[in-house]
């Protein structure tokens, strides 16, 4: 076991963790990190937030130092590209930069691919000003088109849309932001914190369209406006977050099980029992709400990162986590426990108009959920009341006098 060659396919959260992790439990055998971009394994986060604004470089995206690969006997491999996997042979092909293709072997393999994108189709594929958010270089783009830009249109209302927007109003830009559904964060959230992030945004100058469909993207050799269903809206610079989809090609080409993800169990073992994934790319089961999910969450990618080291180590620790995600726009703290896909309640504890207030979902008599606007307090406690399936007394939730931790 400790002379295993472990081979870790992905450069974010995950698959650094997978690697950390492995290191921390005296894995002696090899490892080996394949990367399709030329940084460091790097968090994603702050991409649409400070590293879009200008107050991160990217050194300080980086989830570890060089030197820290080169003391653990980590082989980063980096703009090396997978193209297959060769699960009878247990190997991969990939190519390098300058277009030339090597293979390497393993014995366990880590997929950790996460997600991409969703394309918007475009008459004209090369019109400049037309963005996605998803990598350092897509916000080096980013930053390039903002040069003399004037006015931003975003298609999506959702959290990268919104981040943008708050960093690119910031910036002195107009900005629009164009959602096909009848609310913004309709996807995520409920509609207390959808109209709280509604009107927030347009107090400090974004215009929202909701209800309205794109169109088409108008320009020659640069974007020039957005056609929409409500009208044609002059754009500089174009940026769109309509989703994700999760990074599953390599595994179903080899003929490991996917479905919206790559399909583990609750050690984050594949179809193939060689074969590992973890993070935004993984369907796996949800021991506390009982059925399948994929979450495109950094708690979500170290904490399976965990799990695939622990069973590589056939320590088999079953992965059962609270999900958490949280967002940052303008100076709102925006923390999310949990999933509220189908509550029959909610409370709400505080006031939206302080910028400072909660709203936490039930399901059957139990927290299932919460969304805490500046109130870390709450979000802290409430991961603690999901997870423990605690009886909440529901009047002294909704009195924001009482201690958070006083209510159960």
Same mark, same amino acid.
């Given at each position: ?25 005296? *894995? ?34 980086y989830l570890k130092p060089e030197k820290f690969y080169q003391d653990?006997?980590?082989? !980063? ?14 190997? /991969? ?28 189709? /475009? ?40 981040? +943008?927007?708050? +960093?690119? &109003? ?7 932001? @164009?959602?096909?559904?009848? &609310?913004? /964060? ?27 469909? +794109? ?47 790559? !399909? ?10 060689? @074969? ?8 796996h089961p949800s021991a506390f709400y009982k059925r399948d999910i ?9 904490? =399976? ?19 958490? *995600? ?11 426990? %949990? ?10 504890? %505080? ?7 909660? !709203? ?22 409430? &991961? ?13 939730? =909704? ?10």
């Amino acid at each position: 076991m400790n002379e295993k060659n472990i081979v870790i396919i992905g450069g974010g959260q995950a698959a650094s963790q997978v690697a950390t992790s492995l290191r921390q439990k005296n *894995f002696m055998g090899d490892i080996s990190i394949l990367s399709s971009e030329g940084y460091l394994p790097y968090q994603r986060p702050p991409l649409s937030k400070k590293y879009l604004s200008g107050e991160l470089d990217s050194e300080r995206l980086y989830l570890k130092p060089e030197k820290f690969y080169q003391d653990q006997n980590i082989n !980063v491999m980096l703009n090396s590209y997978v193209e297959e996997i060769d699960r009878g042979n247990s190997k /991969l092909t990939f190519s390098r930069k300058n277009g030339e293709e090597d293979t390497i072997s393993y014995d366990n393999l880590v997929i950790s691919t996460g997600t991409s994108p969703r394309l918007i189709p /475009l008459d004209n594929p090369n019109l400049k000003g037309v963005h996605y958010l998803r990598s350092i270089e897509d916000v080096e783009g980013i930053k390039k088109s903002l040069i003399g830009a004037k006015n931003m249109v975003i298609i999506g209302g959702g959290y990268i849309g919104l981040e +943008v927007a708050a +960093v690119s &109003r910031k910036l002195g830009l107009s900005v629009t932001v @164009v959602e096909m559904a009848s &609310r913004i /964060l309709e996807r995520v959230t409920s509609p207390v914190i959808s109209s709280f992030y509604h009107s927030y945004h347009e107090s400090q100058g974004v215009e929202i369209m909701t209800s309205t469909s +794109v169109n088409g993207i108008n320009g020659d050799l640069n974007v020039s406006s957005v056609e929409t269903s409500s009208g044609t809206i002059e754009a500089d610079i174009v940026v769109v977050g309509i989703g994700v989809l999760p990074c599953q090609n390599l595994a179903e080409k080899a003929g490991i099980e996917t479905n919206n993800g790559i !399909v583990v169990n609750e050690f984050c073992i594949s179809s193939d029992s060689n @074969v590992f994934s973890a993070g935004d790319c993984t369907l796996h089961p949800s021991a506390f709400y009982k059925r399948d999910i994929r979450l495109e969450s950094v708690h979500n990618a170290i904490e =399976q990162g965990k799990t695939v080291a622990s069973s590589i180590m056939e320590e088999f620790v079953p992965y059962n986590q609270i999900p958490w *995600f949280w967002s940052d726009q303008y100076n709102l703290k925006f923390q999310i426990a %949990g999933l509220n896909n189908d509550y029959d309640e909610y409370i709400v504890r %505080g006031r939206p108009e302080d910028n400072s207030f909660s !709203v936490f979902y039930f399901k059957d008599g139990f927290m299932i959920s919460s969304d805490c606007v500046n109130s870390a307090p709450e979000h802290m406690m409430s &991961r603690r009341f999901i997870f423990n399936r605690a009886e909440v007394d529901l009047e002294k939730l =909704q009195n924001k006098e009482i201690s958070i931790k006083e209510v159960i």
